[in-house]
């Protein structure tokens, strides 16, 4: 179970259902969003429907912008999404951290990090550990990891926000333990042995990372040890992609 510290926060960003999305709300979602370009390119003669049952009978993915693209939802349903060009992936990245940097000494900035933990999303991760117990179900719990300049600067940070960001790990690792259960705090890439190159953007790490995340937590964890072959893991690493997520 990966763990992000927003998950903690006491006024985490607030999602929007569909409910409360307007017709011209969604007129301008769709009107705003890429998956549009697949209906522009049906039109313009670029694929057949017909191309497109075709596809479908021997795609894993499923939906049209899937099918023309080989990106979303498939059918054992995990979810791939893939950056275009690897340059463009590091370019956004380092755009996503700079707009996070300036978000530290804004005081309504979101930096993923309240003056303290919340006790009620604690609270929700404990009845989620009691169950797991309940049912015999045995839990892994890990810190999704940070870019380096995320990490460092939360280090560094003289406020409630940086105290949270210390405590976040122990306050955890009690909790899982309380369940008989390990927690990893794999918040530095070091950690596991990778880097900020192998991000897919600043929230979430690529197939390379998650395959490394992977190899760590099965190298000190014996159950897992029954289900992975590290042998044949470490191999992938060489052809994992830098550019794509599947999870």
Do not use: C
Not at 20 to 29: D, F, P, V
Not at 99 to 127: C, F, M, Q, R, T
Not at 176 to 183: A, G, R
Not at 222 to 246: F, G, M, Q, R, W
């Amino acid at each position: 179970v990966g763990i992000d510290s927003r998950f903690l926060q006491i006024k985490p960003a607030r999602s929007v259902t569909d409910k409360e999305i307007s017709t011209i709300g969604r007129l301008r979602a769709f009107l705003a969003n890429g998956w549009r370009q697949a209906y522009i390119d049906y039109f313009n003669g670029k694929f057949s429907f017909g191309e497109l049952i075709k596809k479908r009978n021997t795609s894993q993915n499923i939906g049209l912008t899937a099918l023309v693209k080989s990106k979303g939802i498939r059918k054992d349903g995990s979810f791939k999404n893939e950056q275009d060009q690897d340059q463009d992936r590091l370019t956004n990245l380092q755009g996503e951290i700079s707009a996070w940097l300036a978000k530290v000494d804004s005081p309504s900035g979101n930096i993923g990090y309240d003056n303290e933990i919340s006790k009620k999303h604690l609270a929700d991760i404990e009845a989620f550990l009691v169950l797991a117990r309940a049912r015999n179900i045995y839990v892994i719990g890990y810190l999704s990891p940070s870019p380096t300049e995320l990490i460092s600067v939360m280090n560094s940070l003289a406020d409630a926000r940086g105290d949270t960001f210390l405590q976040l790990p122990t306050a955890l690792k009690s909790l899982f333990e309380k369940y008989q259960y390990n927690f990893y705090n794999t918040s530095q890439v070091a950690t596991i042995k990778s880097s900020n190159n192998e991000f897919l953007d600043i929230e979430h790490g690529s197939e390379r990372m998650m395959l490394r995340l992977l190899i760590y937590l099965t190298e000190r964890e014996p159950l897992l040890k029954k289900y992975v072959d590290l042998d044949s893991l470490k191999p992938l690493l060489l052809n994992a992609s830098y550019t794509e997520i599947i999870r």
